[in-house]
């Protein structure tokens, strides 16, 4: 059974910084794209960035260029997700994927963690 459990979440400052990491198990993601989804209360759960299989392929929410580094240990089946100067409006559960191709739906959701950015 697959697993994706999230962590490092938690309430920061604005303009502080955190690093969210996720733990893959239950199956080999070998060639396998992960990433990371976020929904902040009342609106719609929207993509925020994703790395392929060898790290050499990033893509981001342009609102989150600059200031958010994906990366991954795939020794570790783990996706990063470093999160730098921070605004209220990145206030949100961020959720961990995992998704066969790069242009796929993810097939894999972690539970999510909650990141509070206060003004």
Known sequence: QVQLVESGGGLVQA?????LSCAASGR????????WFRQAPGKEREF?????W???????KD???????????NAK???????NSLKPEDTAIYYCTVARRWT?????????????VSS
């Open 15 to 19: 303009g502080g910084s955190l690093r």
């Open 28 to 35: 080999t993601f070998s060639g396998y794209v992960m990433g």
């Open 48 to 52: 925020v960035a994703r790395i392929n």
């Open 54 to 60: 060898s790290g050499s392929s990033t893509y981001y």
């Open 63 to 73: 609102s989150v260029k600059g200031r958010f580094t994906i990366s991954r240990d």
């Open 77 to 83: 089946n783990t996706v990063y997700l470093q999160m």
């Open 104 to 116: 796929d739906e993810p097939d894999y959701w972690g539970q999510g963690t909650q990141v509070t």
